[in-house]
């Protein structure tokens, strides 16, 4: 079955540590997001990438880079310079980039990134 | 700015109770409401799209329907395996790139 794969599920980060989370998907599709959920607010925007070898910053890319040097792949780290990284983050696909399309988005099961 | 408010925040059902969630919007040009459902440590499972104002959608013993403010997520004779988290979330036209806007979510909770 066609999905989005997110690892690892859990992990852990030390202070001055840079983490990389990992986002797979065998949708085909153009769209990736990264989003990071707090209890209590909404799913915020990190970055999105309509299309390989580029992507834009959302609300709250300080801390955080990207890369997308395949389709499939859309790797998110988690820099020394994100002060508060603890968070469920979550990794989506669309089948067409945002501006030309309003396809729904589909998301892998999340990363829980706590603090040691 | 684009806003998107949920209510209530958290909803506890009897099985077999029907009720509806509200999630109520400030857009400058809604190009699409979307529903997920999330479970607990999981990413949200996509419901819904309603594009425009009288449209409805239904599922199983979900419904979903949209007026020019506002969208109600209708349950009909819930179960217990209802039981999650709802999110909406609107696409805004205007200068925006279509990016998702969401609410902070409805907690429900369906008891045998």
């Known amino acids: 079955d066609g999905g989005i794969t997110q690892s690892p599920k859990y992990l852990f980060r030390k202070e001055g540590q840079n983490v990389t989370l990992s986002c797979e998907q065998n949708l085909n599709h153009d769209a990736m997001y990264w989003y990071r959920q707090d209890p209590g607010q909404g799913l915020r925007l990190i970055y999105y990438s309509q299309i390989v070898n580029d992507f834009q910053k959302g609300d709250i890319a300080e801390g955080y880079s990207v890369s997308r040097e395949k389709k499939e792949s859309f790797p998110l780290t988690v820099t020394s310079a994100q002060k508060n990284p603890t968070a469920f983050y979550l990794c989506?696909?669309?089948?067409?980039?945002?501006?030309?399309?309003?396809?729904?988005?589909?998301f892998g099961d999340g990363t829980r990134l706590s603090i040691l | 700015e684009d806003q998107v408010t949920q209510s209530p925040e958290a909803l506890r059902l009897q099985e077999g109770e029907s009720s509806s969630l509200n999630c109520s919007y400030t857009v400058s040009g809604l190009r699409g409401l979307f529903w997920y459902r999330q479970d607990p440590g999981k990413g949200p499972e996509f419901l819904f799209t309603?594009?425009?104002a009288g449209e409805e959608k239904e599922k199983e013993r979900l419904k979903a329907t949209l007026t020019k403010k506002e969208s109600f997520l209708h349950i009909t004779a819930p179960k217990p395996e209802d039981s999650a988290t709802y999110l909406c979330a609107v696409n805004a036209g205007g200068t925006s790139y279509g990016k998702l806007t969401f609410g902070q979510g409805t907690i429900l909770t369906v008891h045998p």
């Open positions: 309603l594009y425009s």
């Open positions: 989506a696909s669309s089948k067409q980039g945002p501006i030309n399309s309003n396809q729904p988005q589909h």
